[in-house]
Structures are given as structure tokens and as C-alpha cells.
T-cell receptor, first 112, second 110 residues
Framework: NAGVMQNPRHLVRRRGQEARLRCSPMKGHSHVYWYRQLPEEGLKFMVYLQKENIIDESGMPKERFSAEFPKEGPSILRIQQVVRGDSAAYFC??????????FGPGTRLLVL | RKEVEQDPGPFNVPEGATVAFNCTYSNSASQSFFWYRQDCRKEPKLLMSVYSSGNEDGRFTAQLNRASQYISLLIRDSKLSDSATYLCVVTPSSASKIIFGSGTRLSIRP
């Protein structure tokens, strides 16, 4: 039973480009969460999704960031027009209902 | 006041020592509590859930004090491999998202 998968593991973008981060939850998990972790800081909640629905996006910046979890395929976190301050580790977690969350290995985004 | 607060440390203790961390939370209606462990540049991993009656898993003991709104983690006979950041996690009553503390860094020295 594969765990939560994220790709790419590392992503380098120049300022102004778009970044797309993908997350495949554990088998049987229909709840997906995205978190951001800046260097030397704690995890910050961004968004909580179920299939085809955004449940809570209170932690998501209002501009440039969007997330989706389509009926088929992985969840996508999209960052448009990236800036240097977007450089961070982005972790995805999944759960059954709203129980224990299991994390993927993260995507490390570096904006040059 | 932050929703979940932890002493950032670092705690630097010798191998074999006993070490304890506390974590306070502000929402008295919070329902679920967990301790996660995060190694450097890795993802957080669930260490243990925290129950009202307290629970123990080998060298690790977790306690919940609802009256004072804190949870604790005790590590006995610490090992070098226990060096990590320990994250306190609280689920508010709405359960729409969980709240992570900023973490307590633990370093075990030989």
C-alpha cells in the first residue's frame, strides 16, 4: 500500500513562472491537505480538499495560489507568477474522513 | 495568543536522559491531539495520538490535561535517534483543519 506521493520532489522556477505541485493520496483516502513550511519554521496550513470540493482554504494566499482535487487524478497546488518568497517545502497529507493525517515526502520549491 | 504554542528549544540532553515537552492550546473545545516527529528535511510522521486517559508507547508517554489546556510528551532513556523536531498537533472542534505547533527541537548527545 503506497503512501502519499508527491511530485516533483524538487522544483526550480524563475520569478514569474508557474509552479505545479502534485499529490496522490493514500489509497482509500478522500481528504487532502496542503501545508507550507518555510526554512526553520513550522508547518502552515494552506487548504483542505475533498474530491472536487474545497472545504477550507483559509490558509491560502488570496492571489496566485489555487488548489484542486479532481474526481480523477492527483490533487494539484498551483502557484502562478512565483516570487522568491514562495521558496519553501510544500507538504501534502491525506486522511480517511478527518482522522489521522499521513504526509507525503514534500516538494521543495526554489524560486530563483 | 497562538492557537498552539510550543517551546522551540533546542533541548540538548545526554543519551539516556529523560526529557519532557509541553504544548498549550487555546481552544478549549479542541477534540483530538497528536504528537508528530519531523526529521531534518523530511515529512512529519505520526508519533502517537494523545488520549484523555494518557497513553504510553515504549519509551514515549503522552498526557492530556484539559483543565489546563496542555499536552505533554515524555521520552525516557533517550536515544541518539530521538533527535528531531517534535510537533504538537491539535484538532479544533470544527475539525476542518488541524493546527500544528511550531515544534520543539530535541538534540541527543552521546
Amino acid at each position: 500500500n503506497a503512501g502519499v506521493m508527491q511530485n516533483p520532489r524538487h522544483l526550480v522556477r524563475r520569478r514569474g513562472q508557474e509552479a505545479r505541485l502534485r499529490c496522490s493520496p493514500m489509497k482509500g483516502h478522500s481528504h487532502v491537505y496542503w501545508y507550507r513550511q518555510l526554512p526553520e519554521e513550522g508547518l502552515k496550513f494552506m487548504v483542505y480538499l475533498q474530491k472536487e470540493n474545497i472545504i477550507d482554504e483559509s490558509g491560502m494566499p488570496k492571489e496566485r495560489f489555487s488548489a484542486e482535487f479532481p474526481k480523477e487524478g492527483p490533487s494539484i497546488l498551483r502557484i502562478q507568477q512565483v516570487v522568491r518568497g514562495d521558496s519553501a517545502a510544500y507538504f501534502c497529507a491525506s486522511s480517511i474522513q478527518q482522522e489521522t493525517q499521513y504526509f507525503g515526502p514534500g516538494t521543495r520549491l526554489l524560486v530563483l | 495568543r497562538k492557537e498552539v504554542e510550543q517551546d522551540p528549544g533546542p533541548f540538548n540532553v545526554p543519551e539516556g536522559a529523560t526529557v519532557a515537552f509541553n504544548c498549550t492550546y487555546s481552544n478549549s473545545a479542541s477534540q483530538s491531539f497528536f504528537w508528530y516527529r519531523q526529521d531534518c528535511r523530511k515529512e512529519p510522521k505520526l508519533l502517537m495520538s494523545v488520549y484523555s486517559s494518557g497513553n504510553e508507547d515504549g519509551r514515549f508517554t503522552a498526557q492530556l490535561n484539559r483543565a489546563s489546556q496542555y499536552i505533554s510528551l515524555l521520552i525516557r532513556d533517550s536515544k541518539l535517534s530521538d533527535s528531531a523536531t517534535y510537533l504538537c498537533v491539535v484538532t479544533p472542534s470544527s475539525a476542518s483543519k488541524i493546527i500544528f505547533g511550531s515544534g520543539t527541537r530535541l538534540s541527543i548527545r552521546p
